[in-house]
């Protein structure tokens, strides 16, 4: 077994997967008709551990087109300067794929479950997106300036309410319910739930701006007084259930302490170290014996693939340091897959004052947060993201509830990359002219929303300043391939040219 040091400054795998991606800043003029407020622009693909930036989080980039209140499943929510969310993502609610027992994505939410099961965890399913920004963000803790709340990185209905950008958003409710059912069922003290979560984000083959979480979590009582002097008999009882999780001999690299005063802290005021020791023993086996069960079944369904019993490679694991908002310490696991490390998912020991404001003062526990996605696309074999939504019985054929078997390809169809490039206003327009930076998920709704899915990715190629006159040139290329047919050159050209011009129109950028 390697051992990593695996501080965050060193996981910058340069994985396909990975979703820590390099920080670009792009400062664009808008024409004010477009553009209210200035905004800070990032390429950074979302995620609640981003590290904290402070810049405005007004209203900003475009208002909807849309006045008329959004129909969201015979629900009516009005509109204002915030709304975002376009009929594209819309069209996306209501599938619960998750509840197709033959899709994939619902096998794999059975399998999952099935690591987790009744009486202990109660398994549930969220099916309405639409929250308030409380539930999504406050209650859990997020800094009025953390990044996850912009506009540019969020599907916003209105000002207070958001379509989930994390199952998170329902912690505080699940929380709730257990301590309402605690006289009715005793045995249930932890849950999983599944849902939707949507997320302003970069065009390719893993991302799309729609995809699936499941989260999990697991309490313990502790004294309703003093709770941190009989610490030592809570962390005991924790350590006993832990001793119920069989072991299991996978090599896990673990380097790092649970605890680490300033990258990892301890609350202290409300946990001994002896109980976030046996939270985090418990987390981390209960996690890795789930994902240990995951990538047996991968491998099996691959070497019967492969037509042979030959071991595939070694299963490999590794906990990183993580941060997130509503738990410390925090931890994100990740498995070694094709040659690359992969994030599947984050956890860590809930934050006491959101147990103290969800009616369970006197519990401890963890939770966990994983992309369905991306574990169904290893356990499958599915190479693109956009496959999941697919309608086509060629795919959906494949795949039947209770069978992990290989995806076959039915075809590649050619990819057509067209590339566009183009100026952004020159700096010295700033203090007159109101410029105004532009995030690059803009660039990606715009592609998305001219495309849709016959996009399979787009990444920037070129960037580059004139030495005279310090004006700033970008080149995307885009690929426009169809997973179910083969397009035409007028098609693709027709849809280029109706990007180029809402690049135009909408960013106010300078053609090449
Ligand atoms: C979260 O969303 C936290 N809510 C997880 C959590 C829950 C932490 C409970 C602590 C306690 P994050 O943004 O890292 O964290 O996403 C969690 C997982 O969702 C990732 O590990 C990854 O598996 C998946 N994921 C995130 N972004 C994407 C994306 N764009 N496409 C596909 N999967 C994604
Ligand atoms: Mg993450």
């Not at 078997?405 to 327009?429: G, I, M, N, Q």
């Amino acid at each position: 077994m390697r051992l990593l040091a695996t501080g965050r400054a060193l996981r910058a795998t340069s994985s396909r997967w990975s979703i820590a991606s390099s920080s670009r800043t792009l400062r664009m003029r808008i024409p004010p008709t477009h553009i209210s407020q200035p905004l800070i622009l990032h390429r950074r693909p979302w995620s609640s551990t981003a590290t904290l930036r402070t810049h405005d989080q007004q209203p900003g980039i475009r208002a909807s087109a849309a006045k008329e209140p959004l129909l969201i499943e015979d629900k009516t929510y009005p509109v204002d300067q915030w709304t975002n969310t376009p009929e594209t993502i819309l069209s996306h609610v209501g599938r619960r794929l998750y509840l197709d027992e033959n899709h994939p994505l619902s096998i794999t939410r059975k399998l999952i479950e099935s690591q987790f099961p009744g009486p202990v965890y109660g398994n549930y399913h969220e099916p309405n997106p639409v929250v308030p920004t409380a539930q999504n963000f406050d209650v859990l803790g997020f800094p009025p300036d953390h990044p996850g709340r912009s506009r540019t990185d969020t599907y916003y209905i209105n000002e207070k309410t958001v379509l989930r950008t994390h199952t998170s958003a329902h912690q505080q409710a699940y929380f709730q319910q257990l301590n309402r059912n605690e006289i009715s069922r005793p045995e249930e003290v932890g849950y999983t739930v599944v849902a939707d979560v949507y997320r302003r984000d970069a065009i390719d083959r893993s991302h799309y701006p729609v995809f699936h979480q499941m989260e999990g979590a697991m309490l313990w009582k502790r004294p309703d007084t003093e709770p941190l002097q009989h610490s030592q008999a809570t962390a005991t009882k924790i350590t006993d259930d832990l001793a119920r999780i069989p072991t299991h001999d996978v090599p896990v690299e673990d380097p790092n302490p649970t605890i680490h005063p300033e990258r990892n802290p301890l609350q202290a005021q409300h946990h001994s170290q002896a109980e976030v020791e046996a939270v985090a023993a418990h987390l981390k086996r209960s996690l890795e014996r789930m994902v240990i069960k995951i990538f047996t079944e991968a491998s099996k369904a691959a070497a019967a693939a492969n037509g042979s019993d030959a071991p595939t490679e070694p299963l490999k694991v590794r906990w990183v340091e993580a941060y997130f908002p509503f738990t410390s310490p925090s931890w994100e696991l990740e498995v070694f897959w094709q040659g690359d490390w992969l994030e599947i998912l984050g956890c860590g020991v809930i934050k006491q004052e959101l147990l103290i404001n969800s009616d369970v003062p006197n519990r401890i526990g963890w939770a966990f947060g994983l992309g369905l996605e991306r574990i169904a696309m290893l356990l499958f074999n599915i190479p693109d993201i956009r496959l999941f939504w697919s309608r086509d019985e060629r795919f959906l054929s494949q795949f039947r509830a209770g069978h992990i078997t290989r995806f076959e390809p039915f075809s590649k169809h050619p990819a057509c990359y067209k590339d566009v490039a183009f100026w952004l206003p020159s700096a010295t327009a700033n203090a007159a002219g109101g410029i105004v930076p532009v995030h690059e998920n803009d660039i990606m709704e715009i592609v998305r929303g001219v495309a849709g899915d016959l996009v399979e990715d787009v990444r920037l190629i070129d960037e580059f300043t004139h030495p005279k006159s310090g004006k700033k040139s970008m080149c995307y290329r885009i690929n426009y391939r169809s997973l179910e047919r083969t397009l035409t050159n007028e098609e693709t050209n027709d849809l280029h040219d109706q990007v180029r011009d809402k690049l135009v129109n909408l960013l106010g950028v300078q053609l090449r």
